[in-house]
């Protein structure tokens, strides 16, 4: 499992290209029949990708945590971006079609990932934290997500959010995820921007068309720099940075925060032109 150490704000003005894909982007996260994961020390999250082919990839502790098991003391969230898959959790089978999202308790033991499809594999992103209290495992089916769509097309920003693990949908310790899509035409994501210093965030980018890309912005609000993310990949943003992205065509990302509260809202919201 790859290390990721916290950065100050001040550290980060001074950083080119290189030193900011290096701490930022996680680059290699979906491989077939492989799992990767990051420990981000931001909040002690671990970012992952798991692409089962015909083998099932079981969930494996890791030297690291000090655990007799993964989820010893952790819960995690996953969300498929493939092909239909499943993940059996201590026996009980669960089906992920495409932007389906399943919460794992925090005392899971044995944990399977598997492809319905050899030739359309499932593309399960995951992220875990550390987890205080243990929560029931439960699936939402995208459809039950509460969609809500948010921006315009005047603004190149039309989209849509759905929620799956915070305060008002599936309960957890700490973790928030979701995911949104933006509609044809629509190029940025969270714009106007935020921070939420009490909170990091995680974005994954996918359906990225071929050929295509988006460039994330970070930083303080008034010293912003950015990284391009091609499809299947990740960013960490430090709970003082803002985190938006403006793609060279329409996309989807599943976002996830680890920190003080699960309020979906709890965002300080920049003036558009205040930024820098
Ligand atoms: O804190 C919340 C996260 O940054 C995202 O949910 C924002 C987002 O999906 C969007 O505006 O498109
Ligand atoms: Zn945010």
Redesign the pocket.
């Known amino acids: 499992m790859q290390q990721r150490y916290h950065h100050s704000s001040n550290e980060v003005k001074g950083m080119n290209t290189a030193d900011l894909r290096e701490h930022f982007l996680i680059e290699e996260m979906m491989k077939p029949g492989k799992m990767c994961f990051t420990y981000s020390h931001y909040d002690r999250i671990i970012i992952g990708g798991a692409v089962p082919e015909a083998e099932e990839l079981p969930l494996k502790n890791m030297a690291m945590l000090k655990a007799d098991y993964f989820l010893e003391r952790r819960e995690m969230g996953v969300i498929n971006v493939g092909g239909p898959g499943t993940i059996t959790v201590d026996g009980v089978l669960y089906n992920l079609e495409k932007k389906d999202c399943l919460y794992l308790g925090r005392g899971s033991k044995e944990v399977n990932f598997s492809s319905v499809l050899a030739d359309e594999p499932a593309v399960f992103y995951m992220l875990s934290t550390p987890a205080h209290v243990a929560y029931p495992t439960s699936l939402l089916k995208a459809e039950d997500a509460s969609p809500m769509t948010?921006g315009s097309v005047e603004t190149s920003n039309h989209?849509t959010?759905y929620k799956y693990i915070f305060a008002d949908g599936i309960k957890s310790s700490q973790l928030v995820m979701?995911l949104?899509v933006l509609n044809t035409g629509s190029v940025w994501?969270?714009m106007p921007a935020?921070t939420?210093d009490r909170r990091m965030?995680a974005y994954f980018y996918f359906d990225v068309p071929k050929g295509q890309t988006v460039f994330h912005f970070m930083g303080q609000p008034q010293e912003t720099r950015h990284i391009t993310v091609h499809n299947h990949q990740a960013i960490i943003s430090p709970p003082w940075s803002i985190?938006s992205g403006c793609g060279t065509s329409n996309y989807a990302?599943i976002?996830g925060?680890a920190g003080e509260n699960q309020d979906?809202s709890d965002?300080d919201v920049v003036n558009i032109t205040e930024l820098k």
Do not use: K
Request: glycine residues 6%.
């Open positions: 948010i989209r959010v979701g949104t994501n969270t935020h939420h965030e985190h990302f976002w925060m979906y965002m």
